[in-house]
């Protein structure tokens, strides 16, 4: 199992819709989850963090579900500007280092 | 926004030549990073430095090496690469080494062997 798995997509959605990333990660032992999102030949900035109680910010929703190791970010109202790649990204067992998954590529068209 | 910057943006190299790539960062952190981003390919990490000690080395080949004179500055020496070393270089800073803080990106070097 990969450390850190997405459906690489593309999703393509118009504005408006609802879109669901999911996420899942191997290593159980992991305690800092994120979602980064990276527009096209641009650096990844975090969108946000994931907490164990889930976590909403705006059009934004995270879900975290440890028995099942799975990470989930929602966006309600597409807008054109949220087109980019989310990254998944889980620490490593010694909580040294950030495990990025590969992205989901989201495009927004109107 | 200037918080972490990297230079040169673009890098064209030959396999026998010996090039550094500079990343800055002006966010008071305390640990600064090294990725390799591939196409089709996750973000690998590349080198942790704290404090200007290394802390994480992810079994990168020696012809890259890492320098960290101060905790603002971090540079990647490269030489003799190959072509499959063609990639996008990122650099990252944090608060604190410690994965529960944001990294903040530099825009990269889009690096080409040839």
């Known amino acids: 199992r990969k450390e850190v798995e997405q459906d690489p997509g593309p999703f393509n959605v118009p504005e408006g819709a609802t879109v669901a990333f999911n996420c899942t990660y191997s290593n159980s032992a992991s305690q800092s989850f994120f979602w980064y999102r990276q527009d096209c030949r641009k650096e990844p900035k975090l969108l946000m963090s994931v907490y164990s109680s889930g976590n909403e910010d705006g059009r934004f929703t995270a879900q975290l579900n440890r028995a099942s190791q799975y990470i989930s970010l929602l966006i309600r109202d597409s807008k054109l500007s949220d087109s980019a790649t989310y990254l998944c990204?889980?620490?490593?067992?010694?909580?040294?280092?950030?495990?990025f998954g590969k992205g989901t590529t989201l495009s927004v068209s109107s | 926004e200037t918080g972490v910057t990297q230079t040169p943006r673009h890098l064209v190299m030959g396999m026998t030549n010996k090039k550094s790539l500079k990343c800055e960062q002006h966010?008071?952190?305390?640990?600064m990073y090294w990725y390799k981003q591939s196409a089709k390919k996750p973000l690998e990490l590349m080198f942790v430095y704290s404090l200007e000690e290394r802390v994480e080395n992810n079994s990168v080949p020696s012809r890259f090496s890492p320098e960290c004179p101060n905790s603002s500055h971090l540079f990647l020496h490269l030489h003799t690469l190959q072509p499959e070393d063609s990639a996008l270089y990122l650099c990252?800073?944090?608060?604190?080494?410690?994965?529960?803080?944001?990294?903040?990106f530099g825009p990269g070097t889009r690096l080409t062997v040839t």
């Open positions: 990204v889980v620490n490593n067992q010694a909580g040294t280092a950030l495990i």
């Open positions: 966010l008071g952190h305390n640990a």
């Open positions: 990252a800073s944090s608060q604190d080494p410690l994965t529960t803080y944001e990294q903040y």
